[in-house]
């Protein structure tokens, strides 16, 4: 179907379509016409995306971020980074520092 129908199919506007096509929270389909067309699986995707904006209330921008934040390693680990910088995430324990702090309650319960 062509973006009109699957916009009012989804109650939302064309143009909200085209935003979310660009912002790469659906797969862009396209007849040979170059007309954008819409199948159950692209209106699913859309459906699925919306759910996830209301449930978590956040912006299909933000949204969109998420999943750049998933499929790019690079992006990924700047994200970490910040996180740790202040004090979003926790730095993962490694098994030496466990090793290292039971040792230390050990020689601790001695004196």
Do not use: C, N, W
Not at 49 to 55: P, S
């Amino acid at each position: 179907m062509r973006i009109t129908e699957a916009a009012r199919r989804l109650g939302m506007s064309p143009r909200m379509l085209r935003y979310r096509e660009a912002l790469g929270l659906l797969p862009p389909v396209r007849s040979q016409g170059a007309h954008r067309r819409f199948g159950p699986e692209e209106l699913s995707a859309v459906a699925q995306g919306v759910e996830l904006e209301k449930r978590f209330d956040i912006s299909p921008a933000e949204l969109a971020f998420a999943l750049r934040v998933l499929s790019e390693p690079s992006v990924a680990q700047a994200v970490r980074d910040l996180g740790l910088r202040i004090g979003r995430v926790q730095a993962p324990r490694r098994a030496l520092d466990f090793e290292k702090e039971k040792a230390l309650r050990l020689l601790q319960g001695r004196s």
